[in-house]
């Protein structure tokens, strides 16, 4: 010990020395880009001329989708025997495509709802798309379960209107409980979309060249001024639909799933169908989101904003919940052999050895179990092309699944004598396909006239909002983008 140095000087420099430093985070905008710099780049994708591609894409796009229309046209003015449906099969592709797009709608929710409840600022650069993608996919969804019923006219029966013939819908049925539980999600959803979209509406109206596009943005913004009571009232808002919408996505799918689980068919009564198909609609609906973000991302430049770190993550939760459908999975064979039921044994073994075995062979075993592994590999989870193509797996992979749960629980009935195939017709085909085509025809009308990335949210994450900004030089941004840091 050095006699120049007393013991309380020493004790000051050890505690000056292990303070811990705060942990240093990758950014979630990359290269310092400002509050302007944010607002020029996402307001451009709806400012400027629309680009060659987008009329490319949208004249196919809205041509598969007046396809599709024309065959929805068809089929009411003609009948459902225009589908391949038959006896024992009566639900094949309507209904599967009905599971399906109710399913890709529920990433939008999680990332919005859920997130943001966690507080995850990540969120920020992908919520705007993944809620639009959400109404867009429920309007699909809404498609199937009018025309399945045959004769459209009389779907109003569905809702609890009164009449005069004293026609109740039977609230028993699961099949009504998909009508409560679809609108109550459709509804909340299309809320929070909205209520999302008020400050940016403000900032495109402000910036607005000409009067028809100032006075719509303006309607649509409600007044918006960016007061310090506007902001009060939206976080409010937004925070009370946040957490309506929470229990929705949870509770959406499971009512879904209890149109085969009350069922008595083999394969399909099981107490395992509500957990298993909400982690199946998370898996799928985090995989159209990628689909889609990551071609926007390339096309509008938005490389800083939509980084390789948002990427990785939402990899890890496709990983996740692919882990966990896989895990359910194995769960129902399981569940068929220690049961000891003959027909439950039996189904499972058709399943995957029946005449549709390649569904279940490619579709659920090599699209939703095996592709998402790769994810274990830092590398390819930040490798956009190996994520495009397991995140294309994975959607033909949970079309896949829920085909083999509907047509492989309904084609082989009790009786040998009662045994069908399900052979879809190109109405079938066509009214499916046609389903894209609305689909990504309202997503390229989203992003040509409302900014696809939420921009008054992700400017929180930057550091121009903190209100120390620019104190301490180099205080800011402390690891390169290409740095190893955890983040």
């Known amino acids: ?110 990332i919005s709802a859920i997130l943001y409840l966690l507080r995850q600022k990540w969120r920020t650069s992908i919520n705007r798309s993944a809620e639009a993608m959400t109404l867009f996919a429920v309007i699909c969804a809404a ?32 099949l009504l409980w998909d009508v409560f539980a679809v609108s109550t999600y459709f509804t909340v959803s299309v809320l929070f979309w909205y209520t999302g979209l008020v400050p940016d509406l403000g900032t495109l109206r402000d910036r607005a060249t000409s009067k028809v596009r100032k006075f719509l943005y303006g ?35 499971s009512v879904v799933s209890f149109d085969f689980a009350t069922s008595i068919l083999p394969t399909w009564h099981s107490t395992i169908f509500p957990p298993y198909f909400v982690a199946g609609a998370i ?61 439950e044994r039996f189904a499972f073994w058709n399943r995957i050895l029946g005449p549709y075995w390649w569904y279940w062979w490619v579709g659920m075993l090599f699209c939703n179990c095996l592709s998402p592994q ?17 995140c294309m797996c994975v959607n033909a992979g949970m079309w896949f699944e829920r085909f083999i749960i509907i ?26 396909a046609g389903t894209f085509g609305i689909f990504l025809s309202l997503f390229l009308l989203f992003i040509r006239f409302l900014p696809l990335i939420a921009m008054s949210e992700v400017k929180i994450v930057l550091p121009e909002a903190d209100p120390h900004y620019g104190a301490t030089p180099g205080e800011h941004h402390p690891v390169a983008a290409g740095g190893k840091e955890r983040t």
Not at 226 to 238: D, F, K, L, P, Q
Request: net charge positive; aromatic share 18%; charged share 10%.
């Open 407 to 432: 047509v492989g629980g309904l084609h082989r009935d009790f009786l040998p004598s009662s045994w069908g195939l399900f052979i879809p017709t190109w109405v079938d085909m066509w009214t499916f």
């Open 1 to 110: 010990m050095d006699g120049a140095t007393t013991a309380p000087e020493m004790i000051a420099e050890e505690a000056s020395t292990s303070v811990e430093r705060p942990l240093a985070r990758v950014p979630l905008v990359l290269n310092r880009r400002s509050f302007a710099w944010v607002t020029e780049r996402i307001s451009a994708a709806v400012e400027d001329r629309a680009p060659k591609w987008w009329w490319i894409a949208f004249a196919c796009t809205a041509a598969l989708a007046g396809i599709g229309l024309f065959c929805i046209g068809y089929q009411i003015s003609t009948g459902v025997g225009t589908w391949g449906l038959n006896s024992p099969v009566g639900w094949a592709w309507d209904i599967t495509n009905f599971v399906f797009w109710i399913g890709i709608g529920h990433a939008g929710t999680l």
């Open 283 to 343: 898996f799928g609906g985090f995989a159209m989101v990628l689909t889609l973000m990551l071609p926007a991302r390339a096309l509008f430049k938005l490389h800083d904003i939509i980084t390789l770190q948002h990427i990785d993550k939402m990899a890890k939760i496709i990983l996740l919940t692919g882990s966990m459908v896989s895990y359910a999975y194995a769960m129902e064979f399981f569940i068929a052999w220690y049961s000891g039921n003959q027909y």
């Open 219 to 253: 309607v649509f913004a409600l007044g918006w001024r960016g007061s310090n009571r506007h902001w009060r009232h939206y976080e409010m808002a937004y925070l009370l639909l946040a957490g309506l919408s929470t229990p929705l996505v949870l509770s959406v799918h």
């Open 143 to 174: 498609i199937f379960p009018g025309i399945h019923v045959g004769r459209v006219w009389m779907a109003w029966y569905l809702a609890p209107l009164p009449n005069n013939y004293g026609i109740w819908p039977n609230f028993r049925s699961p």
């Open 374 to 390: 790769l994810f274990w590999n830092r590398w390819c989870r930040r490798n956009v092309f190996v994520v495009y193509f397991v």
